[in-house]
């Protein structure tokens, strides 16, 4: 009884080592990092039409959807793959934070109009 359980404790350690690898396997994939840049680029964009008109908001939103653009361009190339995993870790979790700042700025604008639509 005593061996089973520490073989289930065993067994649920590598478990979730596995799953902790993976999910780092695939926050340091150029791929990934390319589908968030596309979508937070997208976000941009949208954020864009939706935010206030504030000229300082505005310029923000418009320096990420360039430099959006820019890492797109630049994941795409060979050069990327050489860059180290914990430097392209970092980017991915800058721009998980990025993404989410956009949604919170976007949930905080104010509907365009009165009516339901």
């Given at each position: 009884?005593?061996?089973?359980?520490?073989?289930?404790?065993?067994?649920?350690?590598?478990?979730?080592?596995?799953?902790?690898?993976?999910?780092?396997?695939?926050?340091?994939?150029?791929?990934?990092?390319?589908?968030?840049?596309r979508?937070?680029?997208?976000?941009?964009?949208?954020?864009?039409?939706?935010?206030?008109?504030?000229?300082?908001?505005?310029?923000?939103?418009?320096?990420?959807?360039?430099?959006?653009?820019?890492?797109?361009?630049?994941?795409?190339?060979?050069e990327?793959?050489?860059?180290?995993?914990e430097?392209?870790?970092?980017?991915?979790?800058?721009?998980?934070?990025?993404?989410?700042?956009?949604?919170?700025?976007?949930?905080?604008?104010?509907?365009?109009?009165?009516?339901?639509?």
């Open positions: 009884m005593d061996q089973a359980r520490l073989f289930l404790g065993w067994a649920q350690r590598k478990r979730r080592a596995l799953c902790a690898a993976r999910r780092t396997a695939v926050e340091r994939n150029p791929g990934g990092i390319l589908r968030l840049a979508e937070v680029r997208s976000l941009a964009e949208a954020a864009r039409r939706v935010c206030p008109q504030e000229r300082a908001l505005q310029s923000r939103i418009s320096a990420l959807h360039e430099d959006m653009r820019r890492l797109t361009v630049l994941a795409g190339t060979p990327f793959r050489c860059l180290t995993a430097k392209r870790l970092q980017l991915h979790r800058g721009l998980v934070e990025s993404r989410e700042k956009l949604l919170r700025v976007m949930g905080q604008a104010e509907t365009p109009t009165d009516l339901l639509q």
